[in-house]
């Protein structure tokens, strides 16, 4: 079945400590992107990748950073510099260039203690 | 800052059409406007998008407004299944299909 996997769905971290979320893709998409929601509020993008080896920041990228090394896979790193981290991060998708949907992951709930 | 603006809340039976109306007055000609809703704890589900045309899927109905400043998601028949939040949102297409997600609308089914 083609589609989105996050890993994994909880993770818990002490402040201070870099980690990083996996996101793969098997849909063949060009493009990919990576969201936050805080609780009881909207989808914020943090990056976009558009294509292998070429990324863009979103509107809330500090504290934040990505790789494209590979077409199926857009893993997000959230650093020390992240002031407030706790949050559940979206991964999506979509073909390029598109009017359609971008197709979302299960999400990760990250909380750091 | 999300272009789009919607109720907060709204309640429906069960089994009865759900209207969730979408304000877009910055739209321009080239921007779609998509439909995702959101069950908690997961991620966004595409639910339809339009340009100018109204559209059916299996999901739902879009109706657009003529001079393209307002839609509406349209249920023809709720379902328990289909509470959750609807996030109306003006896509540009030349933009790399980006999209900014507002509030949205939570939508309450009652049986």
């Known amino acids: 079945d083609g589609g989105i996997t996050q890993s994994p769905k909880y993770l818990f971290r002490k402040e201070g400590q870099n980690v990083t979320l996996s996101c793969e893709q098997n849909l063949n998409h060009d493009a990919m992107y990576w969201y936050r929601q805080d609780p009881g509020q909207g989808l914020r993008l943090i990056y976009y990748s558009q294509i292998v080896n070429d990324f863009q920041k979103g509107d809330i990228a500090e504290g934040y950073s990505v790789s494209r090394e590979k077409k199926e896979s857009f893993p997000l790193t959230v650093t020390s510099a992240q002031k407030n981290p706790t949050a559940f991060y979206l991964c999506?998708?979509?073909?390029?260039?598109?009017?359609?949907?971008?197709?979302f992951g299960p999400g990760t709930r990250l909380t750091v203690l | 800052d999300a272009k789009t603006t919607q109720p907060n809340s709204m309640e429906s039976n069960e089994e009865e059409p759900v209207h969730l109306p979408c304000n877009h007055s910055?739209?321009?000609?080239?921007?779609?406007i998509h439909w995702y809703r959101q069950l908690p704890s997961q991620g966004p589900e595409y639910v339809i998008h339009?340009?100018?045309s109204n559209v059916n899927n299996r999901m739902a109905s879009l109706a657009i407004a003529e001079d393209r400043k307002s839609s509406t998601l349209i249920l023809h028949r709720a379902t328990l299944r289909d509470a959750a939040v609807y996030y109306c949102i003006q896509g540009s297409y030349n933009a790399g299909n980006m999209l900014t997600f507002g509030g949205g609308t939570r939508l309450m089914v009652k049986p």
């Open positions: 339009g340009l100018t």
């Open positions: 999506a998708s979509s073909s390029q260039p598109s009017s359609g949907g971008q197709y």
């Open positions: 910055t739209i321009s000609g080239t921007d779609y």
